[in-house]
């Protein structure tokens, strides 16, 4: 493809020579004469000027290069475009493979692929266009929309309801039983049934082995467009806004209430009954057991605001030459007041 043509296909402003034959896209390090890459971060700014990339994807205003430019608002988005250019994932045919279990019941939209051993249970529901990989499992009554593509080993468990364009990675699981017990007069744990189903909007992919739990009662319910990572825990009876990330281990205990466009980041975990507000970032490994107000940046476990996490972190490193420095100073000073008053108390 020639370099005219991404330019108009991402919508990009083309500085260089448009008839340049390309080939791929690759990172700026790594990028060959004949590939694109981007820069969206100013601290690979300089790596631009020695790239052996055929062209880079740069903002309006970037310098200008010895290298031809794509220069676009956005340059990682079209950098992530431009992957779709020249990297296809494999296309599955329509049909139902000879050893799918199909329930009668069932309605399956057009232009379905049902692969190899996937079982499909009574009055599921599928719009058209859907993609199920083999050994993926919908109980009985699950619904989803169009174009849901569900990978190998994924399962919906019964009921539950899902958009348009859901996308469920390899060993997802969607309205397993919620952690709920009660303790018996006996002290024995007892199992609470766990009747609500799980609730996905449009556009939300779930990424390898996350954990999306059914509700006690109500609902478990995603919004549209939201990003569910690796290993992420949702408990039961949730409500996570729409365009929220939720990163790699992130954990939502039971009835946690996430907004809208909200990150929380790898390892973050938030206590059960937790309202977190609409743009909310939750740093790594942060620990959240209150409520957060929208707009709030927060670190650390107990939580915080960021930059008196940032401020209290530096204090921390200094601990060790601070308690020499406070030893010399006493050393000097004598005993603190404080501690000659309270030696010379009567006992």
């Known amino acids: 493809m020639q370099l005219g043509e991404v330019a108009t296909r991402l919508g990009a402003e083309l500085r260089g020579d448009a008839k340049l034959e ?41 310098p200008e290069l010895s290298a031809a430019t794509l220069r676009i608002k956005n340059p990682y988005h079209a950098f992530s475009r431009a992957l779709g250019l020249f ?3 494999p296309a599955y045919v329509p049909g139902i493979h000879p050893t799918a279990v199909v329930d009668p019941t069932a309605e399956i939209g057009e232009g379905a692929h049902i692969g190899a051993y996937v079982v499909v249970g009574p009055g599921v529901k599928l719009g058209p266009h859907a993609t199920l990989l083999p050994h993926v499992v919908l109980y009985p009554g699950v619904q989803a929309g169009s174009h849901f593509f569900a990978h190998a080993h994924a399962v919906v468990r019964e009921v539950c309801i899902l958009g348009d364009h859901v996308t469920l990675e390899n060993g997802v699981i969607i309205g397993a039983d919620g952690f709920g017990f009660s303790k018996n007069d006996a002290g024995q744990w007892e199992k609470i049934p766990q009747s609500g189903p799980v609730r996905i909007g449009d556009r939300v992919d779930v990424q390898a082995n996350a954990c999306i739990d059914r509700a006690t009662v109500g609902a478990t319910e995603i919004g549209s467009g939201t990003k569910v990572d690796n290993l992420v825990q949702v408990g039961h009876g949730s409500r996570v806004g729409e365009d929220t990330l939720l990163c790699a281990q992130a954990g939502l205990a039971g009835s946690s209430v996430v907004g809208s466009r909200a990150i929380l980041a790898g390892q973050t975990g938030v206590a059960g009954h937790c309202e977190i507000g609409d743009g909310v970032i939750l740093t ?12 709030k940046m927060i670190s650390g476990s107990p939580a915080f605001d960021n930059r008196t996490w940032l401020r209290a972190v530096t204090i921390f490193q200094r601990l060790p030459e601070l308690l020499k420095r406070l030893d010399r100073v006493e050393k000097t000073l004598g005993k603190r007041p404080e501690t000659a008053e309270t030696e010379a108390a009567p006992k």
């Open 22 to 62: 390309i080939t791929g896209v690759r990172g700026i390090e790594e990028a060959g004469p004949s590939e694109i890459t981007f820069v969206a971060n100013p601290r690979y700014a300089g790596l631009a000027r020695t790239t052996q990339a055929a062209a880079v994807l740069v903002e309006p205003e970037f």
């Open 284 to 295: 790594a490994q942060s620990g959240v057991s209150h409520n957060v107000p929208a707009g």
């Open 87 to 89: 990297y296809q994932p």
